[in-house]
T-cell receptor
Framework: AQSVTQPDIHITVSEGASLELRCNYSYGATPYLFWYVQSPGQGLQLLLKYFSGDTLVQGIKGFEAEFKRSQSSFNLRKPSVHWSDAAEYFCAVGITGGGNKLTFGTGTQLKVEL | DVKVTQSSRYLVKRTGEKVFLECVQDMDHENMFWYRQDPGLGLRLIYFSYDVKMKEKGDIPEGYSVSREKKERFSLILESASTNQTSMYLC??????????????FGPGTRLLVL
């Protein structure tokens, strides 16, 4: 079965600094990979997703993620963080033929210092 | 825009009560999902449905049941609520996709407190 690991439970960055959130997955073939963001009291919003092709994926709100097969990773990055980026971020994996199911990581809580 | 709505944002129930959580989507999606979200555990799939009257158990179905009588509506039922079911419940929907690569769209969540 597939699994997702987000090793950082909490991360604090200063506004304007760069950000990288880590995500590692376990799956035998090429997975479908997603990053979602959850603002306080809200549901999840899709930031970006990777299916195939270019391993650098651009998303909304200035985020990008890079799929690295050799490292089984799909890390999320942003060059300059804004205070409004404070939220919880979830990485998720889906599999070919898995049809309906996504497996989510445990999330990384981002705090932005002004 | 896809819209997924959940009947309540906050709910307080007593132990042993029967609880209904309702979810409605307006995009004619075939697939619908119920998750619970707990700190440090992320999102865990309770049940999902790939068509009207069709359902499959997710990873943590114990203590829950579901109903899907109409395509746009997916209900989560707690037959006899217990305190360990205090949680945030999230509904999601997605169009049918044989590859499994489609985006899931989430509702705002229902925070349930069982006393």
């Amino acid at each position: 079965a597939q699994s997702v690991t987000q090793p950082d439970i909490h991360i604090t960055v200063s506004e304007g600094a760069s950000l990288e959130l880590r995500c590692n997955y376990s799956y035998g073939a090429t997975p479908y990979l997603f990053w979602y963001v959850q603002s306080p009291g809200q549901g999840l919003q899709l930031l970006l997703k990777y299916f195939s092709g270019d391993t650098l994926v651009q998303g909304i709100k200035g985020f990008e993620a890079e799929f690295k097969r050799s490292q089984s990773s799909f890390n999320l990055r942003k060059p300059s963080v804004h205070w409004s980026d404070a939220a919880e971020y979830f990485c998720a994996v889906g599999i070919t033929g898995g049809g309906n199911k996504l497996t989510f990581g445990t999330g990384t809580q981002l705090k932005v210092e002004l | 825009d896809v819209k997924v709505t959940q009947s309540s944002r906050y709910l307080v129930k007593r132990t042993g009560e029967k609880v209904f959580l309702e979810c409605v989507q307006d995009m004619d999606h075939e697939n619908m999902f119920w998750y619970r979200q707990d700190p440090g555990l992320g999102l865990r799939l309770i049940y999902f449905s790939y068509d009207v009257k069709m359902k499959e158990k997710g990873d943590i179905p114990e203590g829950y049941s579901v109903s899907r009588e109409k395509k746009e509506r997916f209900s989560l039922i707690l037959e006899s609520a217990s305190t360990n079911q205090t949680s945030m419940y999230l509904c999601a929907s997605r169009p049918a996709d044989a590859l499994g690569a489609g985006t899931q769209y989430f509702g705002p969540g229902t925070r349930l407190l069982v006393l």
